[in-house]
């Protein structure tokens, strides 16, 4: 093996930061869900999917990446938002494993839905031209867009951050992931929350899409391994922990640039094992609180 | 007093039936190949309805929801085709070998598995499963990588005097028929053990069963394990079958079929995972005639099944004619 310098190790690093951003993106909207509803998005990938094509089309369609930017979320919300309103919310009080087959299905039916609509190769992508080309970082030439998932990450999961501990609607949504009934006697319409909360969270993964789109190829299959990739965060960092989401999303994006350096034959591999040390260690996560998990 | 004898009749029947319910099944399935309208199918359907068998120890009666079953279907199906393809072991040797190695495999997952509780277990035993895909996937010399494992032959055998031709598809549903009876007449006898109750209690109280003073972590592992050996052998039985093992064999998809057909068909009964492993391949089986988003119609039919027949079609029949019996009951 060529001889690794510290400087490669490093920019490394940063590839192992941008694509972690995109993990903790979908992590974070997971972990929300999960923390208010009590409900694993098993269709989170096919969200990630759907915003992914989105991105692409609103992209053609407007010409511009930031009203694309603007667009997706919105729209892959407002799927989230009916998707929660008709087939999630009858389930409610019905065993919690109910919600995670129903959007197991629905998974099956959102990728169909994007095969019949763009056709079973996917559609082409590239980097938006504000974003190519590569900016100096004192280590050596870092792609300009992979430093723009860094920073617009920090800056939507920063959003959201201000929103969940500073608003009104913030406080609500917090006290209803600890007690929902007491919400409920205090005169909130806790479904609301639910499903505002269910849309925040599904949009937050189509805007992971449309971020990672032009990073991998957009098909029809891109969410089936991203799903089982954002599971892994998910326990790694602790079920249920926003702060947890964020650090196991930017450590197993480390772990496997590091491992794709090293050994890249075990890249895939790396993360999985990854969480079977977690999961041996501290069954709870990093982050998690220990009655949560078992 | 003719109305009576009419109502008398079916809890009577479904009673007898539920008392002898493996030989009820094998009665069912050993004419089910003669009016299926090809025999491939009909080898599909016992094959996964095994497969759906084996799950269904889990997601039924204990209340695990695994997403990671397909790992152990595959194992089974991958090693049984290297032994025979690398080590030429006989079929029934390497079937063993298959089986045997899907328990392992169940036995380390399940180790890891079971330490997380409710929806973390799904998650958990999912991305668990990913590992050995991804395993396999990457062990190109062995397992043929992304092409899948090719080229595992069966030769014919004789029994008894008569020699078999194996290649034949009825012959063969035969053969695979005896290993797919002696596996249900093995989970039968489970569920009708003690242990079989306790993995039940599981289901209906956890705590409830280890304040009993049962072993709560020691039964789930146990039923674990003895689910992945189920499903290992219905992988072996199908890499016989196909003669080539699929590198999807492994992949969590497979898993969401199991869930799928187990839901279908009827979590929790004896017979309802073959009902729906056989609505689920002969659906998808006319469905791909007309349409190429056959993916499409399953979502949607699983989805109506979870909203609005949860107890699946066996088990809403069932539900159906034990109401009635009760009724039937209490008239006398």
Redesign the interface.
Known sequence: MAEISFQLLLLQLMTGLALGAIYALLAVGLSLI?GML?V?NFAHGAFFMVGAFLGVYFLGLTGSFWFSLVLTPLAVGAIGLLCERF?VR??YG?G???P???T??????M???M??LFGLEGVPTSVPAELKGVVDLGIGSFPTYRLFLIVATAVIIGALWLFIEKTRYGLIIRAGSRDPEIVRILGVDIARVWLIVFGIGTAIAGLSGLLAAPTRAVNAEMG??V??ES??V??VGG?GSLPGAVVAGLLVGVVFSMTSLFAP??A??SI??L??VV??VR?QGLFGKAGL?? | MTKTAQTDFLPRATAFIAKHRVAAVLAFLMIFPLVMPYEALALNILIFGLYAVGFNLLFGYTGLLSFGHAAFFGVGSYLTGIVIIRFGLSWWMAIAVGTACAGLVGLVIGFLAIRTRGIYFSMVTLALGQIVYYAFYKAENWTGGENGLRGITVENFGIFGIQLDILNPLTKYYVLFVFVAAALWLVSRILASPFGAVIESIRENEGRCAACGYDVARAKLLIFVLSSLICGLAGALRALHLSIVPIDSLHYLLSGQAVMMCLLGGMGTFFGPFVGAGVFLYLEDVATVFTTHWMAVVGVIFMLFVLYFPRGIWGTLIHRWQARRVHAGEAR
């Open positions: 999960f009590t694993v087939l009858p389930l019905r919690i494993d109910y995670l087959l129903l197991f299905g629905l998974s099956y039916v990728i169909e839905s095969r019949v089936i391994p799903l089982a599971f892994v998910t326990v079920m034959e075990y895939e591999l999985f094992v969480m079977a999961l041996l069954p998990m078992g």
